[in-house]
Each structure stands twice: as C-alpha cells, then as structure tokens.
C-alpha cells in the first residue's frame, strides 16, 4: 500500500526518494533489468542460513503484512527461540527480520547477505530494522549481519558455521537508526506530491544499484557525453561542473587518461582507426602455429556444491575450441558438461585429449582462462603437468586492443571482444551475437546451464544446442579478430 513503508521501499527511497516516486507514479518508463541471478543467490543464502542457530519457526509471507506481525507475536509469546522472517509494523514502517534469536538480555537480530563482506548500505538495511523493532518494543541485544566466508572451502557436508561469519554491527546499525525518522519524513513527503520530482542526476542514481529509471533521467544528456566515456570515474564531477559533451571536453582541454582521450577524440574530430603497425606486428610475432583458440563458460554459486570449491567458484562447464593452421584452415572441437554433475574431472580431461602441451593458445582476457586452467590443476595432480603447459603457453588476444594499438570508433573506449568485433566486422549477420537464440551473454550461458535441469529432454536439447553455438562464435570470434590483426598488419595470409 502507497502509505506503508517497507524494509525495501525505503532502500530505494534513501538512495534516491524520486526512484520512489517513479515506481508509484510511472513505473512504465523503468529499463528492464534481470536481477535474477543475485535474488536467487540471496533466496538460496537466507534459506541456508536458517539452520546456523539449529531449530527455527518461519514466518510464512503473506501480503497482509498485519498477519506476519500477529503471526511474529505469538511466536515470541511462545518463546520461541528463533524465528525466520519475524515482522514488524510500527508507524507504517514494516520489515521481516531474517532471523531474531533469542537471548537472556532480550533478542539477536540477524541479517543475512550473499555477499562476501559487509557493504555500507547493510548497514542502513539493519538501521532501519533496529529502529522499526525498537518502536514495536522489542528488546535488541546484539544486530549482526550474517555473510559468506570467501575462505570457506568444502570437504563432505557443509559446515554452517565455517560457511558463514557473524559480524557484529550493533554499534553502526544503531547510528544509522538515528537517521530513520528524517529520511521516512522525506520519502513521505515526497511520494505525497502528484508532481514529478525535481532532482539532478548524480553518483546516487547507480550506487549502491543502478536505478532502473537512469535512461528516463539522463534524457537531457547529449550524445555522446561524459557518460559513453569507458572506465570513467569522474562523469558526474564533470557533469556538474558544465564538461559534458565531448565539444566541452576537447575545448576546455579537460583531463583524462590517454585511454579515454582517444575515444574523445576519435569521435570528436571523426578520425579514422588508429593503427600501430609495429605494434601490432610485434604481438603477431608471439604466437605459433597451430593456433588453439580457446573459450570457458562457468558459473558460480554462493554455496559451494563439491569437495574442494569454495563460495563463488568459478566452475568450468563448458568450453570451444578452434584449432587454426598457419594456411588458415579451422578445426573446431569443443565440450558441454552434462547437468547436475560435477563437471571439472571431464572438462579437465578434455582439455588435456584436445591441446597438446606445447602448442600456442591463444584467450581473450587470458587471466580467466589461466585461473580455471590453475584451479583444475590444483584438483588432479596426474592431470596437473599437461593443464600448466597449457596454462604457460596461453597468450592474449585482447593485448593490442587494451593498449589501442587497434582503435575504431566504434569501440567506445572498451577492448570487450563483444565491443570489438561488431567494430571490425560492423553489421555481418555471422558474426552478431544478437543474432543467436535463446544465448547472447556470458551470464545467460551460466544461467541456461544450471536451469538444464528443470527442462524437458526436448527444452534440454535446445538450450544445448544454444550453448553450443554461443561458445562456438566466441572462438570463432578469436580467429576472425586476429584475422583482422593480420590483415592491417600487412600479413595477409
């Protein structure tokens, strides 16, 4: 309802009360966003964490968020020792704390994140439940904010108490409280107006998250600006000082790095590519034929699921692989785990049949390929010797694009082959990854393999044939980029 105030609702509305409004007012201008992954993660993290204090009650959710307060109170009447989702409504405020516990001075209140540290707006999270408890007349001991321990690493069932830590925040959560009354006032005031709020763009519109309404509130912005400048800090200190479009940059000879520069300038003054040569032709002269092209898909889960893995993984389940000779001919190989298996024994052995140990490989962003290659390494030692030739012998493809030895336009200051390829090869159908079905991203392809299997065999055959033909252009994707390398280098084959 308009006039309560949720644990959630509030969140939005101290990072930016018009995000608020927006929601209330015109929710159909929001960008769609998949936050899928992250509340699925959270969902899989509180459930689990449950059971850290042993035996618990759970408030079940009801949108009558009364009937949870009533539901909460007799559980506490009962003494019960630790309830799950215990609600609270007071002054219109509501939150379900994920666990109160239970103590001699009063109870524990225990938030629960998926993350790996505590981030600053947990801490406002527990404010406005301390302070949403404490006017319902709950006695708070102790506030805590439960994470995962990124050191924890499994061996037989999970242990809870070495999967998580308990870090205590009473102190902080109980400043923060203070702030609750001013900050409710404003939100309220502010959703009461029929009139659109005015308010500027700045750092709050995507920290701590990008607000779903920042296209509909930059519409005033020219393009291009400071904020089509790749990795750039400062667009909102440059915005607000009057530097915004790419004119106002080069005529006030405003300070960036040379990286940035270049993608100013070659949009402002509509330069050609720029092209070392020599550059160039020096990374070509590292890498030897036959040339393996080599690309991972993995996925990472909060909660480790095999011996050996630790919070946030990255699991190996899938990779491509095109084998190019120096008169050009391609061979392509490649692996796709099955699901709802460990898949790291048999992606390591294949890597192992399908790359000898003293071949050129060749990665895009070859630090993740190396980290995946190390860890499988580190899990079998009669394996270990063949995966670190591998490993030495991968070289980068994105190097001449990082440094802009190659730079086009097109590529808005980024080296992603995603943003470089279409900038070689601009509007061929082939090399489109929008132009694939059902995959298109990295995080897609990770989240198309875990729900494998909740499909039928038929639903399941496709989306591998999807996942195949994802990873299959990626490397494909490899071999025409350093074709293109080759190319201005003047090293055509």
């Not at 994140?113 to 949403?132: A, I």
């Not at 195949?468 to 990626?474: E, T």
């Amino acid at each position: 309802m308009r006039g309560e105030l949720s644990k959630s609702r509030y969140m939005k509305g101290i990072q930016c009360p018009k995000m608020l409004w927006m929601d209330e007012y015109m929710p159909q201008l929001a960008t769609p966003s998949d936050a899928s992954t992250q509340i699925e993660n959270g969902k899989t993290v509180g459930e689990l964490a449950r059971a850290y204090f042993g035996n618990y009650a759970l408030v079940p959710w009801s949108a009558n968020h009364s009937a949870m307060a009533e539901e909460t109170a007799r559980l506490m009447e009962e003494g019960t020792e630790c309830i799950a989702e215990a609600s609270f409504l007071a002054d219109g405020l509501f939150c379900s704390v994920d666990i109160l516990r239970k103590t001699e001075e009063g109870y524990d209140l225990v938030e629960v994140k998926s993350t790996t540290k505590v981030e600053v707006e947990h801490l406002e999270d527990v404010g406005f439940q301390y302070h949403v408890l404490v006017n319902s007349g709950i006695p708070i001991d102790h506030i805590f904010v439960m994470h995962i321990n990124n050191t924890y690493v499994r061996h037989g069932e999970l242990d809870l108490q070495g999967l998580f830590v308990m870090e205590d925040c009473t102190e902080t959560a109980k400043e923060r409280s203070a702030a609750v009354p001013a900050r409710v006032k404003e939100i309220r005031e502010c959703l009461c107006s029929d009139e659109e709020p005015v308010r500027d763009i700045d750092k709050y519109c995507e920290k701590p998250y990008e607000c779903a309404y920042i296209n509909y509130c930059r519409r005033h912005v020219p393009t291009p600006s400071v904020f089509d400048i790749s990795n750039f800090s400062k667009k909102y200190e440059f915005y607000h000082k009057g530097i915004v479009t790419f004119q106002d940059i080069v005529e006030k000879k405003a300070h960036l790095s040379e990286k940035q520069r270049m993608q100013v300038e070659t949009t402002y003054y509509q330069r050609p590519d720029h092209i070392d040569r020599k550059k160039i032709r020096k990374f070509l002269d590292t890498l030897t034929y036959p040339i393996y092209h080599l690309d991972f898909e993995t996925y990472n889960k909060p909660i480790p699921e095999y011996d050996g893995t630790w919070p946030y993984e990255q699991i190996p389940f899938q990779y491509s692989l095109h084998i190019e000779q120096e008169d050009g001919s391609l061979e392509h190989r490649e692996f796709l785990a099955e699901a709802g298996m460990d898949p790291r024994r048999e992606i390591a052995e294949h890597l192992v049949h399908d790359i000898p140990d003293d071949v050129c490989v060749l990665a895009y962003n070859m630090s993740f390929e190396r980290g995946r290659l190390k860890e499988l390494a580190g899990m079998y030692p009669d394996l270990a010797e063949h995966l670190m030739k591998i490993h030495d012998n991968i070289r980068d493809l994105i190097i001449p694009f990082r440094r802009q030895d190659y730079y086009a336009e097109a590529m808005k200051g980024r080296s992603s082959i995603k943003a470089v390829l279409p900038a070689l090869y601009p509007g061929d159908p082939a090399l489109d990854y929008h132009n694939l079905e059902g995959v298109h991203r990295g995080d897609e392809a990770s989240a198309a393999f875990l729900n494998l299997i909740n499909l039928s065999p038929e639903e399941a055959e496709k989306t591998r044939e999807n996942l195949l033909k994802y990873c299959c252009l990626d490397t494909y994707a490899m071999v025409k980029v350093l074709g293109k390398l080759r190319n201005v280098a003047g090293e055509d084959m």
